[in-house]
């Protein structure tokens, strides 16, 4: 199950530091936004969403930022680690419609 | 490991030919959602099963198909094979078929190629 081949744009980090991917997304509608993180050889496995009301929402290590007056979408990883490579795509949907839109996704390499 | 199963975990077939693809939701979850993840386009909607009924299409073409038993697998159905159906196909489940919060757990994925 990993991420087929994608021509993706890649984020490399040292360990330790502080890592920031962004998305855009096109469709105001749109209420409900997710991260998820796709590892080699596995499915998409959720990290964090947020809510269209709301504009900041942490966990554990992760941040997501939403603007909605510009239709942007960040995920913020604090004191990155190698277990942290991925590919992550953010994705968004609205209270009527559950199915995701996915994006493009952002390929993080943390270096040793 | 989410809970969610799918069979087989590869494939590999001939243009033309058909193939069927299971998923098995997490436990309790009534929904299911199908995509598609190709080199070109990412990861695609295709459809969605809520309690046996079809809920949502997405970029679902006429050669496929779905259905949701009543034990709550599901099952995608792909005909008429061509060599841009090769993806990885991902099943998902929620708990409900609409509605805020509503996370998606997503599948290892079937990895399809077509010769």
């Known amino acids: 199950g990993e991420s087929v081949g994608l021509h993706l744009p890649t984020l490399s980090v040292q360990e330790g530091d502080n890592s920031i991917i962004n998305c855009a997304y096109s469709?105001?509608?749109?209420?409900?936004f997710i991260w998820y993180k796709q590892e080699s050889g596995k499915g998409p496995q959720f990290i964090i969403d947020i809510r269209s009301n709301m504009d900041k929402r942490q966990g554990q290590r992760v941040t997501v930022l939403l603007n909605k007056t510009v239709k942007h979408l960040s995920l913020q990883i604090a004191a990155t680690q190698p277990g942290d490579s991925a590919v992550y795509f953010c994705?968004?949907?609205?209270?009527?419609?559950?199915?995701?839109?996915f994006g493009s996704g952002t390929r993080l390499q943390v270096q040793p | 490991d989410s809970g969610v199963t799918q069979t087989p975990k590869h494939l590999i077939t001939a243009t033309g030919q058909r193939v069927t693809l299971r998923c098995s939701p997490r436990s309790g979850d009534l929904s299911v959602y199908w995509y598609q993840q190709s080199l070109d386009q990412g990861l695609q909607f295709l459809i969605q099963?809520?309690?046996?009924?079809?809920?949502a299409k997405g970029n679902i073409l006429e050669r496929f198909s779905a259905q949701q038993f009543p034990d709550l697998h599901s099952e995608l159905n792909l005909s008429s094979l061509e060599l841009g159906d090769s993806a990885l196909y991902f099943c998902?489940?929620?708990?409900?078929?609409?509605?805020?919060?509503?996370?998606?757990?997503f599948g290892p994925g079937t990895r399809l190629t077509v010769l």
């Open positions: 469709n105001s509608a749109s209420d409900y």
């Open positions: 998902a489940s929620s708990v409900a078929g609409s509605g805020i919060d509503n996370e998606q757990f």
């Open positions: 099963y809520y309690n046996g009924e079809e809920r």
């Open positions: 994705a968004e949907s609205n209270t009527g419609r559950r199915a995701l839109t």
